[in-house]
Structure formats: structure tokens, C-alpha cells
């Protein structure tokens, strides 16, 4: 099934402008150089409409890009810059009854609890509307529905985080190092959307010199950098980069082949019909 794949944001934590700094790509009037904090909407043709992350600028994304139904979340983990947005979630409850099934790992899975225990340990009295979500613990490649989705064990500093492929795309945001396991995962990408934090080292991120080295092992057709601060103007910093390498934006979109559901799978969700 083909999917058309959005990236809704780009930036790194704190968004590109940051509040309170006059640099020239914070002032720039490239809409490149716009980002809002990072997630990926995945719109299966015929078949779900997946969200990795609920980021804290979710409202404004779905809006910029008319993103009325979600089916499904992933999270890669539980930074602020991921899941800030959650609570947006209660606008697609409307538009799509039921539930939305949600997956991450243990720790995010934990963490999601704590932070938003009034959606996943709700209190007796009911005031106001709160998200209707599921929440569940993966280990291993999954189903939404007809699509087969393959987490990427990627780390982020020392802390073991998710990255997603679907089909011919892989995301792998928020990382620094690949567990010696994915490697074999995210052979024959089509698109690769991966962490490069700017050009000085950090050291849970990617710097671009670390990630064309990631890029010069995988190989995917085409790679785009997200997580992007303001020390990378788009339009400069894409014509350094190497052919088949670009700076991600906030918008872009491309087109990919996702995965059939796989037959042995660790959870199985179908009810995004
Ligand atoms: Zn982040
Ligand atoms: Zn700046
Ligand atoms: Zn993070």
C-alpha cells in the first residue's frame, strides 16, 4: 500500500525561532527555516492514518495540514518535545469514535502514565473532555491494521529509544548511536528521515557529520535531517550537503510503499476501519 508521509515538524526542542534569539536563521524569512517540534504523520492510502508523536506544537500541525483523523501513535519516547501535544488528541476522538490505540516502549509507556494520569488514570468526577486513548508496551514489530510497522532500537544518549519503518521509510529521530540490532532492520530504505542536530557534536543527538556517516552505511535513496536547531540555515546548509542528503522542512512530503501487516506480530491492532 502506498502512504503519503508528512513531516509536520522539523525542528528540535525548542522550536526554530527560539523565543528570544535574534540569529539570522531564527530571523530568517525562508518558511524553511520554520520549525515546529518534531513528528511524522503517516496517511496509508486506504488504510490508517498513523501520528508518530503527539509533539507539543500538534495543534498548529494539524491544522497547517489538514489533518483531521488519526488512527493510531506511536512514540519514540517521552521527551516534552514528543508528547507535550497529547492532550490535542481529544479533537480526533471527535472526528473518529472510540479510542485511539497508542504504542511505545516500556519506559515511554511508564513515563505517558505519570505525566498524563488524568487520560490514563482518570479521576472519578468528570469535568472536561479528556483524550480517549489506549496505551501499549511493544518489544517487536507490530500491525495497524494491514500495515506492518518495525520498531528501530536506536539510542538517545544512554537511553534506548524507538525509531519506526514502515515499509520503504525509516524515522529515526532523537538518536546518536544505533543499536548494533538495526542495522539489519533499515537495509533497502527508500527514505531515510534522521537525527542531525546541527554541526558541533551533542551528546544525545546526532551531529550531521555523525549522520552522514550513518547515511554512508545505509544507504537509503534519499535521506532527510530533522531535529534541526538554528545553527543550520536551510538553503546554505543543503548545498554543503552531500547529493541524496537534504535538510527535512516543516510540510515535506514523499510518498512511500508501507509494509504488509507481518503474520507473527507482538500486538495486533484492526480497529482503524
Ligand atoms: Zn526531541
Ligand atoms: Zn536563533
Ligand atoms: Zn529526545
Avoid at 555523525?210 to 534519499?222: D, G, T, W
Avoid at 527535512?248 to 507482538?266: H, K, N, P, Q
Wanted: hydrophobic share 40%; charged share 20%.
Amino acid at each position: 500500500m502506498k502512504a503519503r508521509v508528512i513531516v509536520l515538524g522539523s525542528g528540535t526542542s525548542h522550536g526554530v525561532p527560539m523565543i528570544g534569539c535574534t540569529c539570522g536563521v531564527c530571523r530568517s524569512t525562508d518558511p524553511r527555516d520554520r520549525r515546529t517540534r518534531p513528528s511524522i504523520f503517516i496517511d496509508v492510502d486506504n488504510g490508517p492514518a498513523i501520528l508518530v508523536d503527539t509533539s507539543t506544537d500538534l495543534r498548529q500541525q494539524a491544522l497547517a495540514h489538514d489533518i483531521s483523523r488519526v488512527d493510531a501513535i506511536l512514540y519514540t519516547h517521552s521527551h516534552a518535545d514528543h508528547i507535550m501535544g497529547l492532550d490535542e488528541v481529544r479533537r480526533f476522538n471527535v472526528m473518529r469514535p472510540g479510542a485511539i490505540p497508542a504504542y511505545a516502549d516500556e519506559r515511554t509507556s511508564a513515563d505517558l502514565r505519570r505525566a498524563f494520569s488524568y487520560v490514563f488514570d482518570p479521576p472519578d468526577e468528570k469535568g472536561g473532555g479528556i483524550p480517549q486513548m489506549t496505551l501499549t508496551a511493544i518489544h517487536e514489530r507490530f500491525n495497524v491494521g494491514p500495515v506492518g510497522i518495525q520498531p528501530v532500537p536506536i539510542f538517545h544518549g544512554a537511553r534506548p529509544i524507538l525509531g519506526f519503518r514502515f515499509g520503504s521509510l525509516a524515522y529515526l529521530t532523537d538518536c546518536n548511536r544505533l543499536a548494533d540490532e538495526a542495522w539489519p532492520l533499515i537495509e533497502g530504505l527508500d527514505v531515510l528521515i534522521l537525527d542531525a542536530l546541527r554541526h558541533r557534536p551533542h551528546p544525545t543527538h546526532f551531529c550531521i557529520a555523525e549522520a552522514l556517516q550513518v547515511v554512508e552505511r545505509v544507504k537509503p535513496r534519499q535521506t532527510y535531517l530533522t531535529h534541526i536547531c538554528h545553527d543550520l540555515p536551510h538553503a546554505a546548509t543543503n548545498r554543503s550537503l552531500p547529493g541524496g542528503v537534504e535538510l527535512a522542512y516543516d510540510g515535506l512530503a514523499v510518498t512511500i510503499e508501507t509494509a504488509a501487516a507481518f503474520a507473527s506480530a507482538d500486538k495486533s491492532e484492526n480497529k482503524w476501519t
